[in-house]
């Protein structure tokens, strides 16, 4: 598409013979008492051409050719798709996309947000895709329950903000997967890790450590779970626990559960803690819990320590130090009956790697620190910093030699 024609497809002129023509589909669809989805694209497509003829002469509006065919693919994108973000979607340079109102959508490239050229005619328009995310998983966003978590078809974890929470119309977050995942040695070629550390956390997976992730928003938390998950025993049996599924697990036996929200009658909600505690009796080698963020901490930290080594999760905080005290919180919630130093001692038991991730001001997500947790001293956290970011490439203490920590591991993950 040419500038030009860009320009023109902004205009409200366009978008109003786009709401036009795409009505006049609908009314022919109708008329032989079939939906888009059941003609084929080419039968689809003819019905589209007609209506556009239609419509155009009626308005008197004069398209060139590469207009016609504008209009043309963003009326079958309507029909079928998730319509003006449907060309974002399917653009391998986006990362994220997110909408703020019907006329304001930003895309994240290599890290930096810019404002994209495409629109929505307005908030009604923005609102039907929106049911159209939502009731594609079963699942509803009203007045009633304004915000909601979903996924798309090909992997991309989404949530909806509506009015009235959101103030100045309808808001969309969307975080796309790669088509291809990226592993460990594009992570070192990024500059996100050092290779000794790859290497090390590599021997902390097989060894059966239990890993926790942390990081704030958009560090990457979950690209660093999907990379060190590929270092697991295809042999062994995982459950992944999600709140809208976005692991992208490589291993041949893999079971995953998605927890779901209340129904209309605000009842039959399915919670991370309740899917948790069910994971426990399908006899999983290793859970990975998406995120942990409530009650369910206890079950997480039930499951690390009593026979299903090797399971990860990920949490929001700021460094090593903060995760375990955000634990202490989350357990707190919970309403566990535990003294101040019997509730360190279970996190010290269960929890043995924390690995701590950040996005950088000029995008790049990076590695910032590895740090063993080793047990309590009275009341205090034993921590082992193995690695932090700013260090040489070859580090210190146990990240400087790779074969005589991976023994370590090894021996420790079978006492």
């Known amino acids: 598409m040419n500038a030009l024609t860009q320009s023109y497809a902004l205009t409200d002129s366009y978008r109003g013979l786009e709401a036009a023509a795409f009505r006049a589909v609908l009314e022919r669809l109708e008329a032989r008492g079939v939906t888009a989805d059941r003609l084929p694209r080419a039968a689809l497509l003819t019905e589209v051409t007609a209506a556009m003829a239609s419509v155009l002469e009626a308005s008197r509006a004069a398209l060139n050719a590469a207009e016609r065919a504008r209009l043309a693919e963003d009326l079958m994108d309507e029909l079928l798709g998730l319509g003006p973000l449907e060309a974002l979607l399917s653009d391998d340079t986006v990362d994220d996309i997110l909408v703020n109102g019907p006329r304001q959508i930003f895309v994240e490239r290599q890290g930096r947000l810019q404002l994209a050229a495409a629109r929505f005619r307005d908030d009604a328009h923005l609102l039907a895709v929106i049911q159209r995310i939502v009731g594609a998983v079963g699942r509803r966003v009203d007045e009633a329950t304004p915000f909601c978590d979903a996924r798309l078809a090909d992997g991309s974890r989404v949530n909806v903000v ?26 070192v070629r990024s500059g996100a890790m050092p290779r000794a550390v790859l290497d090390y956390l590599t021997a902390a997976v097989q060894a059966r450590l239990n890993i926790l992730v942390i990081g704030g928003t958009g560090s990457g938390k979950t690209t660093l779970l999907n990379v060190l998950s590929a270092a697991i025993d295809p042999a062994e049996r995982l459950v992944t626990i999600e709140d809208a599924a976005e692991l992208r697990l490589v291993q041949p036996h893999v079971v995953r559960l998605e927890t779901r929200p209340p129904g209309l009658d605000g009842r039959q909600a399915i919670s991370t803690r309740e899917l948790t505690r ?33 399971s990860m999760s990920t949490l929001h905080a700021n460094s090593a130090r903060d995760a375990l005290w955000r634990l202490e919180m989350l357990l707190g919630f919970s309403g566990l009956p535990l003294e101040p130093r019997a509730l360190r001692r279970f996190v010290a038991s269960s929890v043995q790697l924390i690995v701590g991730v950040q996005r950088a001001p000029d995008g790049q997500r990076r590695v910032m620190e ?45 006492v």
């Open 370 to 414: 590895v740090a063993e947790l080793c047990g309590i001293d009275g009341d205090v956290y034993q921590m082992h910093e193995l690695w932090s970011h700013g260090q040489s490439s070859q580090g210190r203490g146990a990240i400087a030699d790779q074969s005589r920590y991976a023994a370590r591991l090894a021996q420790r993950s079978h």
């Open 278 to 310: 069910n994971a426990m009796r399908m006899r999983p080698d290793r859970l990975l819990l998406g995120e942990v963020r409530g009650p369910e901490a206890v079950e997480m930290l039930q499951a690390m320590s009593t026979g299903h080594d090797g």
């Open 162 to 187: 509506i009015p009235p929470v959101a103030i100045d119309g309808a808001s969309i977050s969307i975080r796309k997967p790669r088509r291809q995942p990226l592993s460990g040695i594009d992570l």
